[in-house]
């Protein structure tokens, strides 16, 4: 078990170790993107990195060699560049990024591999690289955002009901951000929206037929539900159960046989 989380900690003689002894890589990615008038643009690989790296800690107490790797910043977020305040790669070229960083690690000799992300335009890019870099090599590779793998106890835990699950600089990203930096003053949180985005269904992420409409986030202002409704007591509530709930899925992959 590796005493030190991070990937970047560790010499290379350690690294080739723990891939070779089967540990577990965790890779979290995000986005650099606006996130309404009130939320700093680092708000996505923020809490990415954050529920990564706690959850990696839990595992790693319970006996899992885990380590963690740099959280990568910026993701597909072109639908947030009209606001400005964002950095955003290509589609194609995001999947691209991914792939080379799963396949380095591939090469560093990890084969237990798991993206969390906390970024919804990534969502679908992180899971098409995952399954085509385990179609190209023995690896076990698990790809999820985080509070998809938590959606189940973020419910328990109220998630809903100060705004959509996890919509996006509403009132649960902020309670998160407000739990994961009360030092940071913050911008006046909107109460409200000129329009409303539908509700989220309470079983799932992403709905069973996606439909892309034109300029939608213009039309919504940039942000999904009122800010106000946000609390850092709620945030961290959020972030413990997401954290635990990550934990398990992080021992459970750690515990499958590996293939050939």
Same mark, same amino acid.
């Given at each position: 078990m590796a005493e030190r989380l991070l990937f970047d900690e560790h010499n290379r003689?350690? $690294? /080739?170790? #723990?891939? +070779?002894g089967g540990a577990v890589v965790v890779i979290p990615v995000g986005a650099t993107e606006q996130h309404g008038?009130? #939320?700093p643009v680092g708000t996505d690989w923020w809490h990415a990195e954050h529920v +990564? /790296?706690?959850a990696a800690a839990r595992a790693?107490?319970?006996g899992v060699s885990v380590? =963690?790797?740099?959280? $990568?910043p910026f993701g597909s977020s072109p639908h947030h560049l009209p606001f400005g305040g964002t950095i955003s790669l290509p589609t194609t070229t995001y999947y691209d990024v991914l =792939?080379?960083?799963l396949e380095s690690l591939v090469t560093d000799g990890f084969r237990r591999l798991f993206l969390v992300n906390g970024h919804g335009g990534n969502h679908e890019l992180i899971q098409i690289a995952a399954r085509d870099v385990a179609l190209r090599h023995p690896v076990i590779a698990v790809a999820g955002s985080w509070w998809n793998i938590a959606w189940d106890v973020l419910v328990e835990a109220g998630a809903g009901d100060v705004g959509r699950l996890p919509g996006h600089a509403g009132g649960f990203e902020t309670s998160v951000v407000q739990a994961m930096r009360p030092d940071l003053p913050l911008g006046e949180l909107p109460a409200a929206r000129t329009a409303d985005a539908a509700p989220a269904d309470p079983r799932r992420f992403s709905p069973l037929v996606r439909t892309e409409v034109h300029d939608y986030w213009g039309s919504i202002e940039g942000f999904s539900d009122a800010p106000v409704r946000a609390s850092a007591e709620a945030g961290r509530r959020y972030l413990d159960v997401s954290i635990a709930e990550l934990a /398990? /899925?992080?021992e459970a992959l750690a515990a499958t046989p590996l293939p050939g």
């Open positions: 003689v350690e $690294l /080739r170790a #723990l891939g +070779a008038p009130h #939320l +990564a /790296r706690g790693s107490a319970a380590v =963690v790797t740099p959280t $990568l =792939v080379a960083i /398990r /899925r992080i």
